[in-house]
């Protein structure tokens, strides 16, 4: 994919011309349920998975810091829970049910107190016979395949803003269909809910989720992230190659952040954050804000590079580098400026020279060059220059103003 013309086209022409074919190319949205720009907030599962911990009091706790640590402030709205919120069987009349023991107040009461603090609230289903957890075949929490117009409307009664919707027991039905049952039924349950799609990018989604009937507002491109190295450099090496996909309120989504969990290092976890920034992913904080560290905090309070994900063009990242582990990646700005992660996947540090044209820069020109982990500005020539040590990622933002 790395090769083709339109990608090859898009590293070639000027700036001006790029901007010009995104903005009328792919108009925002109208629709206020599926945001122009990524969707940002919380998930608990990255932090808890199944375990008991994942209940109401640690889901009120988390809405408290989205306040208290300025997470609203740099952006955060959303604030979703995973999978094993839902009681082991449906209700008498065949409707969904929350775990009594994890959230005694019921979920409309938990949505409630998440929108009393100006935020958003987000459910989960998955579209097969029953969820993910527990980890065996067809033995887990009611899922949503044949009772989507149902499922909608107690999503919609509890006032859910946001589903995401996973794939596991999907019975082999057709990925297609069972997406767009539950994208009509969200549609006509009366509320405006976002949707997010989870089935791993199994059927290619980015040639399908972002149109009708589907329409979906992101769709997961890979597999589930862990929290190592490893995984994250995977995951990103599969989702950057998918820009040309992603346009205005429909975004590849290469699965939650790890920022916090302790699994790689503090430059790792900036990378990972850098990496997703500039893949205009959505950023969906996965650790437990409630005990989050300073180093961590910090990461993800990066307001420059939170401003890059959200910059209102809309336009995911372009990869115009990836030779012996060094990736340059460049994602054209709405103010005519250009945002640049340059990153060293390799276990040695490595000098790194980015020259204006292969950031797509007139030559010879005077630009401002904003270092967006140091909160720096140089004037230069549009090329960058730098020592990347193993694993960082370095970011700027470029521009005549
Ligand atoms: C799948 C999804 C994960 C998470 C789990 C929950 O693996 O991809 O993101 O939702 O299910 O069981």
Redesign the pocket.
Known sequence: MKNSIPSLLRAAVPFVFVAAIAATATPVRADAATPALPQMGFNN?NST??RDEFDEAMIRGIADKFISLGLRDAGYRYVNI???WANWQRDKDGHLQPNPKRFPDGIKALAEYIHRHGLKFGL?S?AGVS???PLQENR?FPGGLGHEKDDAATFASWDVDYL?Y???NNQKVDAHKRYTAMAEALRGSGRQIFFSM?E?GENKPWLWAGKPPVDAGSW?TT??ISDNYASMLKIFKENVVLDRYASPGHWNDP??LEVGNGGMTDLEYRSHFSLWSIMAAPLLIGTDLRTIKPDALQILLNKEVIAVDQDPLGVQGHQVRDTSGIHVIVKPLKDGSRAVAVFNETDAAHDVTVTASELGLKAGQSYNVRDLWAHAQTKGDGSIKTELAAHATVMYRIGRR
Do not use: A
Request: hydrophobic share 15%; charged share 35%; glycine share 8%.
């Open positions: 599962w998975h199944c995973d999978d094993c989960y998955s969820t993910c957890e887990g995401k996973d794939n596991c989870c791993w997961r597999g589930d699965d939650m």
